[in-house]
C-alpha cells in the first residue's frame, strides 16, 4: 500500500519556503526601486546597478573576495581531493578518525574558528591581511571539498583500477585515466561549492582581515550598520544570483556524473 502524505506536511512546507525566501524576495524587489528610502515605492529602474559598479569601495572589495574565493578554491579543491584519496586506503578506523577531524571545520561554529584562527595568526605574528583571509578559507572549504569527494570515492568500484593495474598501468596512469575521470564531477562540484563558501563568509572573514582586505560580505556589514540603501540592495541581489547559480551548478554536475555510466577507455 502506497503511503500517502499528511495535508499538513504541504502546509508546513510551503510556510516554510514563505518564512525563507520572502525576505530574500523583498530584497531584490527593492534593489530596483528608484526611491532611497525602502517603504516607498516610486517606480523601477537600474541606477543603483549603475552607481554599485561605479562605486570604488565596492569595486576594491569585489577584487578582494575574487582573489580569496579563486585562490583558496584551487588549494582547498586539491587538498581535499588528495585528503579523500589517501583517507580512502586506510583501515576502517583510522579512516572514521580522520574523516572526523575533517568533518569538524564544519561543525563547529563559525565565530569559534574565526576567533581560534585570530588567536593563531596573532600567537605567529602575522599580520591580518588577504594571506590570513586565504588560509582561514582553506580551512574550512578544504572540509567540503573532502565531503563531497570523499562521497564520490565511496560509490566508485574498485575493480576499474584494479582492470587497469592488471593491464600494466602505473599508478599516475590509473589515476590520470581511470579514477580521475570518474571523480572528475565529484571534484568540480566541491570546487564550486568552495567559491560559494568563500565568497560568501563574513564571519570568519570578519576575525582574520586587515584594514585594506575587507571582502564584499564584510563592506555589506559596514555599509548597513549606518542604514539599508538601494546599492546595499542590489549588491546582495548580485551575491544571492552568484551563490544560487553556483550551488545550482555543483549540484547539476554531481547528479549528472552520478547517472553517467561508469566507462573506462585505456589508452595502454
Excluded at 600494466?168 to 571534484?187: D, E, K, M, S
Aim: proline share 4%.
Amino acid at each position: 500500500m502506497k503511503s500517502k502524505n499528511h495535508p499538513l506536511l504541504g502546509i508546513h512546507s510551503l510556510l516554510m519556503m514563505v518564512f525563507i525566501y520572502v525576505p530574500i524576495a523583498f530584497i531584490i524587489a527593492y534593489s530596483f526601486n528608484s526611491s532611497r528610502l525602502a517603504a516607498d515605492w516610486s517606480g523601477f529602474t537600474f541606477d543603483w546597478y549603475i552607481s554599485l559598479f561605479k562605486n570604488r569601495h565596492v569595486m576594491e572589495a569585489l577584487s578582494n573576495s575574487l582573489t580569496v574565493a579563486i585562490i583558496s578554491t584551487v588549494v582547498s579543491t586539491v587538498l581535499g581531493t588528495l585528503a579523500a584519496m589517501s583517507i580512502r586506503k586506510v583501515n576502517s578506523r583510522t579512516k572514521a578518525g580522520m574523516g572526523g577531524l575533517l568533518y569538524l571545520p564544519i561543525i563547529i561554529p563559525d565565530i569559534i574558528m574565526g576567533l581560534s584562527l585570530l588567536v593563531l595568526f596573532n600567537q605567529l605574528n602575522m599580520p591580518l591581511g588577504k594571506i590570513t583571509i586565504i588560509i582561514a578559507h582553506i580551512t574550512f572549504s578544504m572540509s567540503y571539498v573532502y565531503v563531497v569527494v570523499s562521497t564520490r570515492l565511496t560509490g566508485m568500484k574498485g575493480q576499474l583500477e584494479e582492470a587497469a593495474q592488471d593491464l600494466g598501468a602505473g599508478a599516475w596512469q590509473t589515476f590520470r585515466y581511470v579514477t580521475l575521470p570518474q571523480i572528475l564531477p565529484g571534484i568540480i562540484s566541491g570546487a564550486l561549492i568552495a567559491f560559494t563558501l568563500s565568497l560568501d563568509d563574513f564571519m570568519v572573514s570578519f576575525f582574520v582581515s586587515g584594514p585594506s582586505s575587507t571582502t564584499l560580505p564584510i563592506y555589506i556589514y559596514g555599509q548597513v550598520k549606518r542604514g539599508i540603501s538601494p546599492e546595499i540592495n542590489a549588491l546582495c541581489t548580485i551575491l544571492i544570483l552568484v551563490s544560487v547559480t553556483l550551488i545550482f551548478l555543483a549540484q547539476f554536475i554531481l547528479n549528472r556524473g552520478k547517472g553517467q555510466k561508469k566507462q573506462s577507455v585505456l589508452p595502454f
